[in-house]
């Protein structure tokens, strides 16, 4: 089992900033990916970001090319989100994702808010 535990999002507004942390613990060896997904009210939860924990790999959502960055931190198992230039449409609950062998697990989830 993998738990995760989210923080950093909040109320912010467009232009701003933010960085989203997600930690990993219990059985961290062999997680292949790790990326942020997230779901705004109505809408399906989508990709936005993932890295490979091996090579650092990235991949990212075309509607966040250029603002956010996703990085990874192996040595605290921690996956980072940074997110600049924020829109409103950026608006949603951002959950952490890791995939370890044939396993997916999923964090609890963490509010953003972009204001116009």
């Known amino acids: 089992q993998v738990q995760l535990v989210e923080s950093g999002g909040g109320l912010v507004q467009a232009g701003g900033s933010l960085r989203l942390s997600c930690a990993a613990s219990?059985?961290?060896?062999?997680?292949?990916?790790m990326a942020w997904y997230r779901q705004a009210p109505g809408k399906q939860r989508e990709l936005v970001a993932s890295?490979?924990?091996?090579?650092?790999?990235?991949n990212y959502a075309d509607s966040v090319k250029g603002r956010f960055t996703i990085s990874r931190d192996n040595a605290n198992n921690t996956v980072y989100l940074q997110m600049d230039s924020l829109k409103p449409e950026d608006t949603a609950v951002y959950y952490c994702?890791?995939?370890?062998?044939?396993?997916?697990?999923w964090g609890q989830g963490t509010q953003v808010t972009v204001s116009s």
């Open positions: 890295i490979t924990r091996n090579d650092g790999r990235t």
């Open positions: 219990g059985s961290t060896f062999s997680i292949n990916v």
């Open positions: 994702n890791v995939k370890r062998m044939f396993l997916t697990y």
